[in-house]
Protein backbone atom coordinates (compact mmCIF):
# COMPACT_ATOMS: atom_id res chain seq x y z
CA UNK A 1 0.00 0.00 0.00
CA UNK A 2 2.91 2.60 0.56
CA UNK A 3 4.37 1.54 -2.70
CA UNK A 4 1.52 2.60 -4.50
CA UNK A 5 0.99 5.60 -2.82
CA UNK A 6 4.30 6.60 -2.80
CA UNK A 7 4.51 5.81 -6.67
CA UNK A 8 0.77 7.51 -7.55
CA UNK A 9 2.55 10.71 -5.37
CA UNK A 10 5.85 10.97 -7.29
CA UNK A 11 3.27 10.64 -10.65
CA UNK A 12 1.55 13.45 -9.42
CA UNK A 13 4.67 15.75 -8.83
CA UNK A 14 5.79 15.07 -12.44
CA UNK A 15 2.73 16.66 -13.78
CA UNK A 16 2.15 20.28 -14.61
CA UNK A 17 -0.07 21.08 -11.10
CA UNK A 18 2.74 18.92 -9.22
CA UNK A 19 5.44 21.07 -10.45
CA UNK A 20 3.60 24.07 -9.86
CA UNK A 21 3.25 22.70 -6.25
CA UNK A 22 6.63 21.88 -5.48
CA UNK A 23 8.02 25.28 -6.61
CA UNK A 24 5.49 26.80 -4.44
CA UNK A 25 6.65 27.58 -1.19
CA UNK A 26 3.11 29.24 -0.11
CA UNK A 27 1.90 26.09 -1.33
CA UNK A 28 3.51 24.00 0.34
CA UNK A 29 3.51 25.32 4.09
CA UNK A 30 -0.18 26.13 3.27
CA UNK A 31 -0.65 22.27 2.50
CA UNK A 32 1.21 20.81 5.45
CA UNK A 33 -0.41 23.29 8.10
CA UNK A 34 -3.60 22.11 6.51
CA UNK A 35 -2.56 18.42 6.67
CA UNK A 36 -1.65 19.66 10.46
CA UNK A 37 -4.97 20.72 11.29
CA UNK A 38 -6.75 17.60 9.26
CA UNK A 39 -4.81 15.17 11.30
CA UNK A 40 -5.54 16.79 14.62
CA UNK A 41 -9.27 17.22 14.05
CA UNK A 42 -9.77 13.72 12.27
CA UNK A 43 -7.46 11.66 15.29
CA UNK A 44 -8.68 13.85 18.54
CA UNK A 45 -9.47 11.59 19.80
CA UNK A 46 -6.16 9.87 20.37
CA UNK A 47 -4.07 13.10 19.95
CA UNK A 48 -6.09 15.31 22.53
CA UNK A 49 -5.10 15.31 26.01
CA UNK A 50 -8.60 15.41 27.71
CA UNK A 51 -12.32 14.64 26.03
CA UNK A 52 -13.93 17.46 26.52
CA UNK A 53 -17.51 15.08 25.79
CA UNK A 54 -16.58 13.48 29.39
CA UNK A 55 -18.03 15.25 31.82
CA UNK A 56 -16.55 12.74 34.78
CA UNK A 57 -13.17 14.36 33.92
CA UNK A 58 -14.00 18.03 33.88
CA UNK A 59 -13.85 20.01 37.36
CA UNK A 60 -14.91 23.53 38.00
CA UNK A 61 -12.33 24.01 40.11
CA UNK A 62 -10.26 24.03 37.14
CA UNK A 63 -12.08 26.44 35.14
CA UNK A 64 -10.95 29.61 33.58
CA UNK A 65 -7.19 28.53 34.56
CA UNK A 66 -4.32 30.25 32.36
CA UNK A 67 -2.21 28.69 30.33
CA UNK A 68 0.72 27.12 32.06
CA UNK A 69 3.62 24.24 30.96
CA UNK A 70 3.29 23.19 35.15
CA UNK A 71 1.54 23.68 37.88
CA UNK A 72 2.13 23.17 41.59
CA UNK A 73 -1.18 21.20 42.97
CA UNK A 74 -2.99 21.53 40.33
CA UNK A 75 -2.75 20.13 36.68
CA UNK A 76 -1.42 22.14 34.12
CA UNK A 77 -3.14 23.04 30.53
CA UNK A 78 -1.19 24.04 28.29
CA UNK A 79 -3.34 26.78 26.69
CA UNK A 80 -5.55 26.96 29.90
CA UNK A 81 -9.46 25.81 30.11
CA UNK A 82 -12.36 27.72 29.60
CA UNK A 83 -15.17 28.37 31.84
CA UNK A 84 -16.24 24.96 32.20
CA UNK A 85 -13.28 23.77 33.10
CA UNK A 86 -12.29 21.95 29.62
CA UNK A 87 -9.01 21.99 28.22
CA UNK A 88 -8.61 24.52 25.92
CA UNK A 89 -6.03 22.94 23.47
CA UNK A 90 -8.72 19.45 23.79
CA UNK A 91 -11.48 21.52 22.99
CA UNK A 92 -9.60 23.11 19.72
CA UNK A 93 -9.21 19.85 18.47
CA UNK A 94 -12.40 18.75 18.67
CA UNK A 95 -14.39 22.15 17.98
CA UNK A 96 -11.66 22.36 14.53
CA UNK A 97 -13.65 18.90 14.05
CA UNK A 98 -16.73 20.05 14.17
CA UNK A 99 -16.15 23.34 11.80
CA UNK A 100 -14.22 21.29 9.26
CA UNK A 101 -17.07 18.50 9.52
CA UNK A 102 -19.82 21.25 8.95
CA UNK A 103 -17.29 23.08 6.16
CA UNK A 104 -16.99 19.89 3.97
CA UNK A 105 -20.29 18.58 3.80
CA UNK A 106 -22.15 21.98 3.37
CA UNK A 107 -19.64 22.41 0.45
CA UNK A 108 -20.44 18.86 -1.03
CA UNK A 109 -23.78 19.32 -1.16
CA UNK A 110 -23.66 22.52 -2.68
CA UNK A 111 -21.44 21.01 -5.51
CA UNK A 112 -23.42 18.67 -6.20
CA UNK A 113 -26.73 20.79 -6.55
CA UNK A 114 -24.84 23.84 -7.85
CA UNK A 115 -23.32 21.45 -11.18
CA UNK A 116 -26.58 19.52 -11.79
CA UNK A 117 -28.45 23.33 -11.99
CA UNK A 118 -25.59 24.76 -14.04
CA UNK A 119 -24.99 21.33 -16.49
CA UNK A 120 -28.94 21.46 -16.95
CA UNK A 121 -28.94 25.22 -17.42
CA UNK A 122 -26.00 25.92 -19.60
CA UNK A 123 -26.83 22.35 -22.26
CA UNK A 124 -30.81 22.51 -22.34
CA UNK A 125 -31.21 26.34 -22.45
CA UNK A 126 -34.85 28.00 -23.05
CA UNK A 127 -37.05 28.35 -20.50
CA UNK A 128 -35.08 26.37 -18.16
CA UNK A 129 -32.15 28.50 -18.45
CA UNK A 130 -33.89 31.87 -17.45
CA UNK A 131 -35.51 30.31 -14.62
CA UNK A 132 -32.13 28.79 -13.30
CA UNK A 133 -30.94 32.09 -13.26
CA UNK A 134 -33.75 34.35 -12.07
CA UNK A 135 -33.45 32.08 -9.21
CA UNK A 136 -30.05 32.65 -8.71
CA UNK A 137 -30.46 35.96 -9.05
CA UNK A 138 -33.27 35.93 -6.51
CA UNK A 139 -30.65 33.86 -3.87
CA UNK A 140 -27.74 36.57 -4.10
CA UNK A 141 -30.43 39.15 -3.43
CA UNK A 142 -29.78 37.88 0.09
CA UNK A 143 -26.84 37.65 1.93
CA UNK A 144 -26.14 34.53 3.13
CA UNK A 145 -25.75 34.85 7.10
CA UNK A 146 -29.20 36.23 6.71
CA UNK A 147 -30.56 32.81 5.08
CA UNK A 148 -28.70 30.46 7.59
CA UNK A 149 -29.80 32.68 10.49
CA UNK A 150 -33.30 32.39 8.99
CA UNK A 151 -32.86 28.60 8.17
CA UNK A 152 -31.20 27.55 11.34
CA UNK A 153 -33.78 29.68 13.51
CA UNK A 154 -36.78 28.32 11.91
CA UNK A 155 -35.33 25.28 12.24
CA UNK A 156 -34.92 25.25 15.98
CA UNK A 157 -38.51 26.79 16.68
CA UNK A 158 -39.62 23.54 14.79
CA UNK A 159 -37.95 21.03 16.51
CA UNK A 160 -36.71 22.55 19.83
CA UNK A 161 -35.98 19.33 21.53
CA UNK A 162 -34.52 17.87 18.63
CA UNK A 163 -31.27 15.87 19.18
CA UNK A 164 -27.65 17.56 18.03
CA UNK A 165 -27.60 15.63 14.43
CA UNK A 166 -30.55 17.22 13.33
CA UNK A 167 -28.72 20.44 14.38
CA UNK A 168 -25.53 19.89 12.41
CA UNK A 169 -28.24 18.70 9.54
CA UNK A 170 -30.26 21.98 9.99
CA UNK A 171 -26.75 24.15 10.23
CA UNK A 172 -24.97 22.19 6.92
CA UNK A 173 -28.58 22.85 4.97
CA UNK A 174 -28.72 26.38 5.94
CA UNK A 175 -25.34 27.25 4.64
CA UNK A 176 -25.52 25.39 1.60
CA UNK A 177 -28.86 26.89 0.41
CA UNK A 178 -26.72 29.91 -0.54
CA UNK A 179 -23.58 27.92 -1.50
CA UNK A 180 -24.92 26.34 -4.83
CA UNK A 181 -25.77 29.33 -6.41
CA UNK A 182 -21.83 30.08 -7.52
CA UNK A 183 -21.69 26.89 -8.50
CA UNK A 184 -24.49 26.81 -11.08
CA UNK A 185 -23.18 30.26 -12.32
CA UNK A 186 -20.03 28.85 -12.91
CA UNK A 187 -20.30 25.61 -14.67
CA UNK A 188 -23.36 27.32 -16.86
CA UNK A 189 -20.53 29.30 -18.25
CA UNK A 190 -18.31 26.63 -18.91
CA UNK A 191 -21.25 24.25 -20.61
CA UNK A 192 -22.42 26.98 -22.63
CA UNK A 193 -19.07 27.55 -24.51
CA UNK A 194 -18.62 23.41 -24.40
CA UNK A 195 -21.80 22.39 -25.40
CA UNK A 196 -20.84 24.33 -29.27
CA UNK A 197 -17.61 22.55 -29.62
CA UNK A 198 -17.05 19.69 -32.05
CA UNK A 199 -17.23 16.75 -29.45
CA UNK A 200 -20.29 17.90 -28.62
CA UNK A 201 -22.04 17.83 -31.90
CA UNK A 202 -20.00 14.53 -33.37
CA UNK A 203 -22.02 13.42 -30.05
CA UNK A 204 -25.24 14.51 -30.81
CA UNK A 205 -25.12 13.82 -34.81
CA UNK A 206 -24.15 10.08 -33.83
CA UNK A 207 -27.41 10.04 -31.67
CA UNK A 208 -25.67 9.70 -27.82
CA UNK A 209 -28.72 11.08 -25.37
CA UNK A 210 -28.44 14.32 -24.29
CA UNK A 211 -27.78 13.18 -20.29
CA UNK A 212 -24.76 11.22 -21.72
CA UNK A 213 -23.23 13.62 -23.73
CA UNK A 214 -23.51 16.12 -20.24
CA UNK A 215 -22.55 13.35 -17.52
CA UNK A 216 -20.17 11.65 -19.85
CA UNK A 217 -18.41 14.70 -22.12
CA UNK A 218 -19.97 17.84 -20.49
CA UNK A 219 -19.16 17.36 -16.68
CA UNK A 220 -15.16 16.45 -16.99
CA UNK A 221 -14.68 19.40 -19.40
CA UNK A 222 -16.42 21.64 -16.67
CA UNK A 223 -14.79 20.61 -13.12
CA UNK A 224 -11.61 22.40 -13.52
CA UNK A 225 -13.19 25.95 -11.98
CA UNK A 226 -15.53 23.82 -9.52
CA UNK A 227 -12.39 22.41 -7.54
CA UNK A 228 -11.07 25.83 -7.30
CA UNK A 229 -14.12 27.30 -6.26
CA UNK A 230 -14.34 24.66 -4.06
CA UNK A 231 -11.49 25.21 -2.45
CA UNK A 232 -11.92 28.31 -1.38
CA UNK A 233 -15.63 27.83 -0.43
CA UNK A 234 -14.22 25.54 2.23
CA UNK A 235 -12.78 27.89 4.23
CA UNK A 236 -15.74 30.08 3.78
CA UNK A 237 -18.66 27.43 5.08
CA UNK A 238 -16.05 26.96 7.76
CA UNK A 239 -16.23 31.01 8.99
CA UNK A 240 -19.86 30.80 8.30
CA UNK A 241 -20.45 28.43 10.73
CA UNK A 242 -18.20 30.06 13.15
CA UNK A 243 -20.20 33.31 13.02
CA UNK A 244 -23.68 31.23 13.24
CA UNK A 245 -22.58 29.74 16.18
CA UNK A 246 -20.98 32.68 17.38
CA UNK A 247 -24.16 34.32 17.27
CA UNK A 248 -25.89 31.08 18.84
CA UNK A 249 -27.86 29.70 16.38
CA UNK A 250 -25.43 27.21 15.36
CA UNK A 251 -24.59 23.87 16.57
CA UNK A 252 -25.51 23.17 20.33
CA UNK A 253 -23.75 24.96 23.26
CA UNK A 254 -22.32 21.76 24.19
CA UNK A 255 -20.71 21.04 21.09
CA UNK A 256 -17.28 22.65 21.35
CA UNK A 257 -17.26 24.56 18.25
CA UNK A 258 -14.80 27.48 16.97
CA UNK A 259 -17.59 29.80 16.88
CA UNK A 260 -18.79 28.68 20.24
CA UNK A 261 -15.23 28.74 22.26
CA UNK A 262 -15.14 32.26 20.42
CA UNK A 263 -18.45 33.37 22.11
CA UNK A 264 -18.04 31.71 25.33
CA UNK A 265 -14.52 33.35 26.00
CA UNK A 266 -15.60 36.99 24.49
CA UNK A 267 -17.47 36.96 27.32
CA UNK A 268 -14.22 36.70 29.78
CA UNK A 269 -12.16 38.23 27.84
CA UNK A 270 -11.73 42.07 29.06
CA UNK A 271 -11.85 40.61 32.88
CA UNK A 272 -8.42 38.82 31.93
CA UNK A 273 -8.89 35.46 30.97
CA UNK A 274 -8.01 36.40 26.74
CA UNK A 275 -7.29 32.59 26.25
CA UNK A 276 -10.55 31.46 26.01
CA UNK A 277 -11.37 33.32 23.25
CA UNK A 278 -7.77 34.29 21.43
CA UNK A 279 -6.37 30.92 21.15
CA UNK A 280 -10.10 29.63 18.95
CA UNK A 281 -9.94 32.77 16.82
CA UNK A 282 -6.50 31.96 16.39
CA UNK A 283 -7.24 28.21 15.38
CA UNK A 284 -10.16 29.71 12.61
CA UNK A 285 -7.49 32.10 10.90
CA UNK A 286 -5.08 29.50 10.50
CA UNK A 287 -7.61 26.80 8.97
CA UNK A 288 -9.26 29.35 6.83
CA UNK A 289 -5.52 31.27 5.57
CA UNK A 290 -4.27 27.73 4.52
CA UNK A 291 -7.74 26.55 2.98
CA UNK A 292 -7.83 30.01 0.83
CA UNK A 293 -3.53 30.04 0.14
CA UNK A 294 -4.47 26.22 -1.35
CA UNK A 295 -7.44 27.41 -3.38
CA UNK A 296 -4.95 30.81 -4.99
CA UNK A 297 -2.23 27.92 -5.61
CA UNK A 298 -4.60 25.83 -7.21
CA UNK A 299 -6.23 28.69 -8.66
CA UNK A 300 -3.20 29.45 -10.83
CA UNK A 301 -2.08 26.15 -11.50
CA UNK A 302 -5.14 24.90 -13.20
CA UNK A 303 -4.69 28.45 -15.31
CA UNK A 304 -3.16 27.36 -18.90
CA UNK A 305 -2.56 31.31 -19.29
CA UNK A 306 0.26 31.49 -16.19
CA UNK A 307 1.65 28.39 -17.42
Known amino acids: MTNIMTRHLTRWLDTDVGYSFKTSPMAIAAAVVAFICLVCAVFAGFIAPHNPFDLTTLELSNARLPPAWESEGKR ?7 DQGRDILSTLMYGARISLA ?7 ISVAFGVVMGLLAGFMGGWLDSFLMRLCDVMLSFPAILVALLIAGVGRAMFPNA ?13 SLTGWVQYARTVRG ?13 ARVTGVA ?6 RHVLPNVMGPVLVLATIQVATAIITEATLSF ?4 VPPTSP ?3 TLIRVG ?9 WITVFPALMLIIIALSVNLLGDWLRDALNPRLR
Open 76 to 82: AFLLGTD
Open 210 to 215: PMRIMT
Open 102 to 108: VGFASVI
Open 190 to 202: STLVERNKEYVQV
Open 266 to 274: NDYLFSGEW
Open 247 to 250: LGVG
Open 163 to 175: HESLAFGVLIVSI
Open 257 to 259: SLG
